[in-house]
């Protein structure tokens, strides 16, 4: 069964910074491509980013140039560190493994984003 576990987030302040973690059970090569989305009350979850195994990146246009997604192959993790943060990037941000089109899901991590 394949696990993944968010950290990281957490409250900060406008303008401020957090870095969050996803770690994978399973080798970061057994997957397509790794990603985080988000989901703030009341909305769907959204993609944030996207990266592959050739460390080929994707970014919502909300995010572009604040959020950076990196991978550590040797320790099965995925980060996603978060500059220049807005009162609406508040939402629990979830990391997703994909395999053959099918998406493992971890728990998820709240970040919270004060004004």
């Known amino acids: 069964q394949v696990q993944l576990v968010e950290s990281g987030g957490g409250l900060v302040q406008a303008g401020g910074s957090l870095r969050l973690s996803c770690a994978v059970s399973?080798?970061?090569?057994?997957?397509?491509?790794m990603g985080w989305y988000r989901q703030a009350p009341g909305k769907q979850r959204d993609l944030v980013a996207t990266v592959t195994s050739f460390d080929t990146t994707n970014y919502d246009d909300s995010v572009k140039g604040r959020f950076t997604i990196s991978r550590d192959n040797a320790k099965n993790t995925v980060y996603l560190q978060m500059n220049s943060l807005k009162p609406e990037d508040t939402a629990i941000y979830y990391c997703?493994?994909?395999?053959?089109?099918?998406?493992?899901w971890g728990q998820g991590t709240q970040v919270t984003v004060s004004s």
């Open positions: 997703r493994a994909t395999r053959f089109s099918y998406n493992y």
């Open positions: 399973e080798s970061l090569f057994s997957f397509d491509f």
